[in-house]
């Protein structure tokens, strides 16, 4: 058992613990019960359960939540949107963000999905040093889809 001061007092029975909390109006609490013996501390919980969620509330502060961003292509595009969409994809990356590249076909281009392969290739490699690509260029339907995050330093 540890005190309201921080000093370990030893091996208490449990009783006797709940009567020297009960003697300082404070809380009786096992910090770490699967120990052997559990680990009980006298501490105030209210004061207790507020550091808690503090420091939960830091942590989650703290931490970086990746965002997917979406660069839309076509098979049709020109060099100079391309340059375009790369540039923009290049910025999500270096923030940290996951890209969805897609691409649409309308019509008659279903026929021709290998001229979208061929551009998204094309848009691949010009980001390919800095990006590792989660999933390959997939059609599905109508839609061609790869996914890219950053590369892990």
Avoid: W
Avoid at 13 to 27: F, H, I, R, V, Y
Avoid at 109 to 132: C, P, S
């Amino acid at each position: 058992m540890i005190d309201d001061a921080g000093e370990q007092v030893g091996v208490v029975s449990s009783s006797e613990a709940q009567t020297m909390a009960n003697e300082k109006n404070l809380d009786l609490v096992c910090v770490a019960p699967k120990a052997n013996p559990p680990v009980c501390k006298i501490i105030d919980y209210g004061k207790y359960r507020f550091e808690i969620q503090k420091k939960a509330k830091e942590a989650k502060k703290n931490q970086k939540i990746q965002e997917t961003k979406e660069v839309r292509l076509s098979p049709v595009i020109d060099q100079h949107d391309i340059d375009t969409k790369l540039r923009n994809a290049r910025k999500f990356i270096e923030k940290g963000d996951r890209v969805k590249v897609s691409m649409r076909f309308r019509g008659r281009q279903m026929a021709h999905t290998d001229i979208g392969m061929n551009v998204m290739k094309q848009f691949l490699e010009g980001i390919e040093d800095i990006v590792v690509v989660e999933k390959q260029p997939k059609l599905e339907g109508n839609n061609l889809f790869m996914f890219i995050a950053p590369k892990k330093k």
